[in-house]
């Protein structure tokens, strides 16, 4: 994908570092902006009087997350290619590396969007359902984890409690309790109110073993199944795609899943493959079967349930 200009921007939570390649002159082609709208529309203005219009440019950056919200609504609004891509592989990009600085950072994601040209993925925004989703499912966490910290306080020190503090904890967990419920009901709401994701929630949910949870994360973190064009793909991306590990005749290592992935969508995929095992008749017998074509053996049983 070829533009006449690449744009890399570090994201931090109040500021933006926005640098151009090919670079004319490195002082004057590098700019400090906040991360707000009006920063946006002075990059914009910035990059106007340097004579490059917006058409012509892509906008490279690293997905943190929450700090990218602000870019992202603009460059959709504006109509500017946006391309947002893993810290890792940014990262791993650049060989060896002396220094940081938001500077140098902002040099590199542009070299880094120009030399990765060919390949570069545009970034889709989702639709307003999905990102109220994936808001309401990371809501969701929070209040679990904060039930859960509860109930191992409550479990840790029972001998100790007094009758005061026990009720002030129960309290507390039956709140967290009410506002997971509320969560859930309202993601459940935004579901039904949308034909598209009524139906993949419907048949996503029809899996064995698949709950709500399951089934929002596969939504949104597919944008309803439309950022990926093959299940392989996607099962790369959670972690369950398994690897060669070889090399010449002397490294022979296991076929084994990578560690970098998704590793929260992996863990309620695992749960969700538990729970299929003991309700599948199906999934039951295939899961014995591979367990004794393995040996039978404890360390196998993750591999198995990978597969499953």
């Known amino acids: 994908m070829y533009f006449s200009h690449y744009i890399g921007v570090d994201i931090s939570k109040a500021s933006l570092d926005a640098a151009i390649y ?20 002075e990059m914009m203005s910035w990059l106007k009087h340097r004579g490059i219009k917006s058409k012509e440019l892509v906008i490279c950056a690293e997905h943190t ?27 791993r ?23 990765k040209r060919e390949k570069l993925q545009l970034y889709e925004k989702p639709g307003e359902s999905i990102m109220t989703l994936q808001y309401l499912l990371t809501e969701r966490r929070q209040y ?7 109930l191992n306080f409550k479990s840790a020190l029972v001998e ?7 009720s002030r904890n129960e309290t507390a967990i039956n709140s967290l309790s009410k506002l997971i419920k509320k969560t859930e009901e309202q993601m459940l709401s935004i579901v039904y109110e949308d034909p598209e994701l009524k139906r993949s929630y419907e048949l996503v949910s029809s899996v064995m073993g698949i709950g709500l949870i399951n089934a929002l994360n596969t939504i949104v973190y597919t944008n309803n199944f439309h950022s990926f064009d093959s299940p392989r793909k996607y099962a790369c991306y959670i972690g369950v795609a398994p690897f060669d590990h070889t090399s010449g005749t002397s490294v022979r290592g296991k076929t084994q899943v990578s560690k970098i992935c998704r590793t929260q969508q992996k863990s309620e995929l695992s749960m969700a493959a538990r729970s299929a095992i003991i309700h599948d008749p199906g999934l039951r017998k295939y899961y014995q079967r591979k367990m004794k074509e393995k040996g ?10 990978n597969a499953v």
């Open 296 to 305: 039978g053996g404890r360390e196998m049983h993750g591999v198995v349930l």
């Open 65 to 91: 997350g929450a700090y990218t919200n602000q870019l992202i609504d603009f460059t959709h609004k504006k109509g500017i290619a946006l391309s947002l891509n893993s810290p890792l592989d940014i990262k």
């Open 144 to 150: 679990m984890r904060q039930r859960t910290a509860l």
């Open 22 to 41: 090919p670079a004319m002159d490195k002082k004057s082609d590098f700019i400090h902006i906040e991360n707000s709208p009006k920063g946006l529309r």
């Open 160 to 166: 100790y409690e007094t009758s005061a503090a026990r």
């Open 93 to 115: 990009s650049m060989g060896i590396v002396r220094g940081k600085n938001d500077v140098v950072d902002a040099a590199r994601i542009a070299e880094y969007a120009y030399t």
